[in-house]
């Protein structure tokens, strides 16, 4: 009985990266209930959040642009990360890995689709808290856009990352309240951090989502780019980067 050979592992190679990218965003194009997860949730999120502070518009501009980085973090987490999932063990994956196609390809490629799909929900989410819900905000709102969007790529990141670990869908939905509500805890969303126990506020301190929020906060806070808001999304952002670059070498063909 014959097997098949998977193909040697190869440079990241942009045709292929595009292709796999293209590919996922045709499958998603046919699953509306996800481009709608994905799209609205955030921002029927943040429209009832502004509504719940209706008698307190300045709660909610102190804590609403931390959520505008939050939601696409903790949607684009559960989305990624079960799509991922469902191709491993619909044998998608060892199919596509079989051919020329290296691991870093297939990541890259997922990050690309997503990441195309974060862009319009980090926009939609923007928008609508700045110019009609009325957040606040002193700094420029673009820069809230920039945070949102490498908010949203972590959760790509840390949800690719994530499904190599899970055997099944619910398994994969079962690392959210291990990978993401302690991160939400700590990133100074309830407190600041300052205000923690030492031994938390350590922990908080090496945590992507604690960054995100900082980031967040200091276009809230302030008129012009912060050199605090510029190591905050670099965090962010490499955060990202390092992650991918794990779950491209933690990737499984398939499940067992």
Known sequence: MSTTTPAPARALNASRTTATAARVLRQLRHDPRTIALLLLIPCVMLFLLRYVF??????????GASLLGIFPLITMFLVTSIATL???TSGTLERLLALPLGKGDLIAGYALAFGALAIVQSALATGLAVWF???????????????AL????????????VSA?????????????AVIFPQLLLCGLFTPRENMHPALEALSDVLPMSYAVDGM????????????FVRDTAIVAGCALLVL????????????
Not at 217 to 228: I, Q, R, S
Request: glycine letters at 10%; zero cysteines; proline letters at 3%.
């Open 86 to 88: 469902r191709e491993r």
């Open 54 to 63: 209706d008698g307190s518009a300045r709660t909610f501009d102190g804590i």
């Open 150 to 161: 490498l908010d949203a790529l972590l959760g790509t990141a840390l949800g690719l990352f």
């Open 217 to 228: 906060n200091e276009v809230l806070k302030h008129t012009d780019m912060t050199a605090a």
């Open 245 to 256: 670059t794990l779950g491209a070498a933690t990737l499984k063909r398939r499940t067992v």
């Open 133 to 147: 819900l009325g957040l606040d905000v002193t700094g420029n709102p673009w820069l809230l856009l920039l945070v």
């Open 165 to 177: 670990f899970a055997a099944s869908e619910f398994q994969a939905v079962q690392f959210m309240p």
